[in-house]
C-alpha cells in the first residue's frame, strides 16, 4: 500500500508500533526497512523529507491485520 502525501511522520510511527508483528516500507529500489525499528525509523525520516521516495514505496505487512492501524496513512487497495 502506498503513503498518503503530506502525513504526520511521527504519528504513523507511533502507530507502527501498535502493530502485532513487522511492518516494511519497500523502496521502489527493493530494499526494505523494518519501521519498527529505531535506526529504520530515522532511515525512513529522511525518506519522507523526499516526497519523491516516500510516493514511490509500498508499506507491506507480514499481518494482514495490521493494516487497521495505519489506514489513516495509507491509500486503499482498489
Do not use: W
Not at 13 to 31: A, H, I, P, W, Y
Not at 49 to 67: A, C, H, T
Request: with cysteine; glycine share 2%; proline share 3%.
Amino acid at each position: 500500500m502506498h503513503i498518503k502525501t503530506n502525513i504526520n511522520v511521527i504519528n504513523f510511527l507511533k502507530q507502527v508500533q501498535k502493530c502485532r508483528s513487522e511492518v516494511l516500507f519497500e523502496t521502489s529500489q527493493g530494499d526494505q526497512i523494518a519501521l519498527k525499528s529505531t535506526l529504520s525509523q530515522y532511515i525512513f525520516c529522511t525518506i519522507a523529507k523526499q516526497p519523491e521516495l516516500l510516493q514511490s514505496g509500498i508499506v507491506r505487512f507480514e499481518r494482514e491485520d495490521d493494516k487497521v492501524f495505519l489506514k489513516d496513512f495509507l491509500y486503499s487497495e482498489p
